[in-house]
């Protein structure tokens, strides 16, 4: 793990203000050492990890974001308002939203910007909400291991940009993206993953007007209303840490994307808006359509299968998937 970068770091983010400012304040939180690197070393201090600890990654691509295991805090204990009680969401924010058993909930990206998972249970059924800000990558996960139920935290890792999760029974590292754990006693192990709308508030409340959303009475002091803390990031080429990708698009290009077994597709967001539905050819090939709520849907171009689709900037997606089929289509940004 690459650790002491913190000096050189700070004056890149400086360098790109109002960015700069706005990723300090977020990962640059109480705990940090002096410019000669990081007072804590969260892999070996906290979970006693290091070079000769087994595990599927090369440890050489884990990067420290923050000082410390869980400096950016999950919400443990969610409370939730009714929708037209929330009075901290405008029509056009958008909101990751998930519905199971007839229970719609919705989760403000202002909110996870601060906290990127929430340990919630939704339906009688118990899910990690996770949110990566630096790869726009929202991802619901199944949290219960046969008759154990585990909350998960931020572990202060990053790899590839992306969010490294812990499970808090057995403090294994998961990656957000691909939902395994790639070092600790559940290695091997992968999440089950459960289906998510990334949309504006107006329409998922359209589609779903029964639905609760997340408050902003978390228990932590944040500047919620700060709805883009990361500045310009979404729409810079700008990235925090090294990744290698497919520069034929641009990197924060929006995508929506499916695995079917070893194979993978992707499709633009841009293009989804402009044809609300398609055929991506391939073996098995994918049928995609977005729906007026603005959730995504993906089935199996032979048998009809319904997929689990995930959204995210293009240069997340394709870090880890290297071999992905992309519809971008003619007019696509590049």
């Known amino acids: 793990m690459r650790t002491g970068q913190y000096g050189r770091r700070e004056r890149q983010l400086r360098a790109s203000s109002p960015l700069g400012l706005a990723v300090l304040f977020l990962l640059l939180l109480p705990g940090m050492a002096a410019s000669q690197g990081w007072q804590t070393d969260i892999l070996r201090d906290t979970f006693g990890y290091g070079e000769s600890t087994p595990a599927d990654v090369d440890w050489s691509e ?22 037209d009680e929330a009075d901290f969401i405008a029509a056009a924010d958008v909101v990751m939203g998930i519905e199971i058993d007839g229970d719609a909930r919705a989760y403000p990206i202002s909110i ?16 990690a909400i ?17 008759d154990r139920v585990v909350e998960f935290g931020v572990s202060g890792l990053l790899r590839k940009s992306d969010l490294i999760l812990y499970d808090r029974a057995t403090e294994s590292l998961w990656q957000q993206i691909t939902g395994q754990a790639f070092a600790g006693p559940m290695r091997g192990e992968t999440l089950e993953t459960i289906p998510v709308t990334i949309t504006r508030w107006v329409r998922w409340r359209e589609a779903h007007p029964d639905t609760r959303v997340l408050s902003t009475e978390t228990g932590f002091d944040r500047p919620y209303s700060n709805k883009t803390p990361y500045g310009d990031y979404d729409q810079s080429r700008r ?13 924060k290009t929006v995508v929506h994307g499916v695995e079917v077994g ?15 539905a398609l055929e991506q050819s391939g073996d098995p090939g994918v049928r995609w359509e977005m729906r007026p709520s603005g959730e995504v849907t993906a089935v199996r171009g ?33």
């Open 262 to 276: 070893d194979a993978s597709y992707a499709v633009t967001e841009s293009v989804l808006k402009a044809h609300g």
């Open 130 to 146: 996770t949110y990566c800000p630096l790869c726009g990558s929202g991802i619901a996960f199944e949290r219960k291991f046969g």
């Open 112 to 127: 996870l910007n601060f906290h990127e998972i929430v340990n919630d249970e939704i339906g009688g059924r118990p899910v």
């Open 62 to 83: 884990v990067e420290q974001g923050c000082g410390a295991r869980d400096c950016i805090p999950s919400i443990d204990q969610p409370r939730f308002v009714a929708a």
């Open 302 to 334: 032979d048998n009809g299968e319904r997929l689990v689709t995930h959204r995210m900037f293009w240069f997340a997606w394709y870090s880890f998937h290297t071999t992905t089929h992309i519809h971008s289509g003619p007019m696509s940004e590049r």
């Open 239 to 251: 990235l925090l840490f090294p990744v290698d990708y497919d520069r034929s698009l641009h990197p």
